[in-house]
């Protein structure tokens, strides 16, 4: 990797101490740029792009390879050092779409968004980790209406089927 750089070995273990932390240390950066937080200006549109995009993520090679890495990262303090930047990272950039719903009068002001996105992402990471069952489309759809239920959403950010079809919120069925 050192020599691909252009530069010495010594120089990328004082940066990276390991090569468990530079390999990390790249699929978090690849995935940052590759998971942008949607501004649609609707909550369930934009929750519906974002979670697409960490499905889409979490199933390809390199999503799975970051998945495995952050697996393991109890195993040593700085690659889960690491692990916690980057969850406090995204996090703070993913609750910006709360934040913007709120402001829009979309949501109550009291919602706990840092809450509302592990409620949104757990379902992913434990299919994709756990389970090995698929992260579909109609998955991805019922996990955002839960979701928006479980915050006290208004039926105006639920699926716009859902109201047609006068779907009780908490019951959707498909």
Partial sequence: MARAAGVHETSIYRRW????NLV????????????PIPDTGDLRADLVA????VATFLTS????????SMTAAGDTPDVAEGCTDFWRSR????????????????????VDADLAIELLVAPL????????????PVFLDRVVDQVLVGIGA?????????????MVPGRFER
């Fill in 154 to 166: 208004t039926d105006d950010t639920r699926d716009p089927q859902d109201r047609r079809e006068g």
């Fill in 61 to 68: 090679s390199l999503g799975g390879a970051l998945v495995r």
């Fill in 125 to 136: 990471h434990f299919r994709a980790i756990l389970t090995r069952q698929p992260l579909d």
């Fill in 50 to 53: 974002f979670i697409r995009e």
């Fill in 17 to 20: 101490v390991s090569r468990d």
């Fill in 91 to 110: 996090r703070t950039a993913a609750v910006k779409m709360f934040h913007r719903a709120m402001e829009r009068g979309e949501l109550a002001q009291d």
């Fill in 24 to 35: 990390l240390d790249a699929l978090l950066t690849t995935s940052q740029e590759q998971l």
